[in-house]
T-cell receptor
Framework: NAGVTQTPKFQVLKTGQSMTLQCAQDMNHNSMYWYRQDPGMGLRLIYYSASEGTTDKGEVPNGYNVSRLNKREFSLRLESAAPSQTSVYFC???????????????FGPGTRLTVL | GDSVTQMEGPVTLSEEAFLTINCTYTATGYPSLFWYVQYPGEGLQLLLKATKADDKGSNKGFEATYRKETTSFHLEKGSVQVSDSAVYFCALTLLTGGGNKLTFGTGTQLKVEL
């Protein structure tokens, strides 16, 4: 099993450009998440998808959109990138179902994004 | 709202020294508690977890006990190694119908020197 995979690993954008960060998991997990990591601030939740077909805002959703394409894939889109979105982005997944009580999140390796 | 507070770093220790990284939390309800570790240039990995009061999570020589009375989950290791150098994150989650949203502390960087 590959676990959680993310593409690309690195990206440099100019202000105003758009891009999509891809995430996929092969653990048959129901829930998927997008976080950003900034120095001194830990990880902050951008958006999450509790199950296929649903998405909800997290703590810092402004400037982002998401798509839960199917059970495996959850993408994050920046429509018009800004320097404040320079960060490391992590995707995570959890759970085979709410009834399972499984609540550990598994993280991908991250995407390092720089917006000039 | 829910929050996690952990000691600021960096923490610098000599090899074989005793490690404690403090973590306290505020939450409505009864959270599950986690320690995640991030090695340089990598994503986060689960180190250990505890799901109810007085549970002790342990892994790779690290331990943490869920203390409901003090709302704490301090990470300890009796003898650190250079390979333990990383950033450690304390986190909590409340299992709800909306998935398991994790709330993280700001992270504590550990540097272990020979």
């Amino acid at each position: 099993n590959a676990g959680v995979t993310q593409t690309p690993k690195f990206q440099v954008l100019k202000t105003g450009q758009s891009m999509t960060l891809q995430c996929a998991q092969d653990m048959n997990h129901n829930s998927m998440y997008w976080y950003r990591q900034d120095p001194g601030m830990g990880l902050r939740l951008i958006y999450y998808s509790a199950s296929e077909g649903t998405t909800d805002k997290g703590e810092v959703p402004n400037g982002y959109n998401v798509s839960r394409l199917n059970k495996r894939e959850f993408s994050l889109r920046l429509e018009s990138a800004a320097p404040s979105q320079t960060s490391v982005y992590f995707c995570a997944s959890s759970g085979r179902g709410l009834e399972s009580g499984t609540d550990t999140q598994y993280f991908g390796p991250g995407t390092r994004l720089t917006v000039l | 709202g829910d929050s996690v507070t952990q000691m600021e770093g960096p923490v610098t220790l000599s090899e074989e020294a005793f490690l404690t990284i403090n973590c306290t939390y505020t939450a409505t309800g009864y959270p599950s508690l986690f320690w995640y570790v991030q090695y340089p240039g990598e994503g986060l990995q689960l180190l250990l977890k505890a799901t109810k009061a007085d549970d002790k999570g342990s892994n790779k020589g690290f331990e943490a006990t869920y203390r409901k009375e003090t709302t704490s989950f301090h990470l300890e290791k009796g003898s650190v190694q250079v390979s333990d150098s990383a950033v450690y994150f304390c986190a909590l989650t409340l299992l709800t119908g909306g998935g398991n949203k994790l709330t993280f502390g700001t992270g504590t960087q550990l540097k272990v020197e020979l």
